[in-house]
């Protein structure tokens, strides 16, 4: 049960950030300065951890798949042409990712770096 709220806990700081409320960064700056105890309690066993030069990391990852449609008009210069000679192109399913890397000195959180194109 607990490993289920974590896991959501993770997902909703990755998928929550829209247009309205605080980004991602806003919502993880209160884990900095903690332990890493409080840190694996927040979001869950990470991913992956490494250890290099005293320092500790530890990487959590969120993967999803959306479906997106292509525009079966595309625009060459010219107004649109609603009945283009081109075959239409069906829709194209897209990989989004983010990794979220915490690091930690001494047991605390240092910091932490966001890679991906959905870290919202």
């Not at 983010?98 to 001494?106: A, E, G, H, V, Y």
Request: hydrophobic share 40%; proline share 7%.
């Amino acid at each position: 049960m607990r490993r289920l709220a974590a896991v959501l806990t993770l997902t909703g700081l990755l998928s929550a950030g829209c247009a309205t409320g605080p980004g991602i960064e806003a919502r993880l700056a209160p884990l900095v300065g903690g332990t890493e105890a409080a840190l694996v309690e927040a979001l869950g066993v990470p991913t992956r951890t490494h250890e290099a030069g005293g320092l500790r990391f530890l990487q959590y990852e969120e993967r999803r798949q959306v479906l997106h449609q292509v525009d079966p008009y595309p625009y060459y210069g010219r107004p649109y042409r609603r009945f283009a000679s081109l075959p239409l192109a069906g829709p194209v399913l897209l990989t989004r990712s983010c990794d979220i890397t915490f690091t930690l000195r001494d047991a605390r959180v240092e910091g932490f770096t966001l890679r991906g194109d959905d870290c919202r």
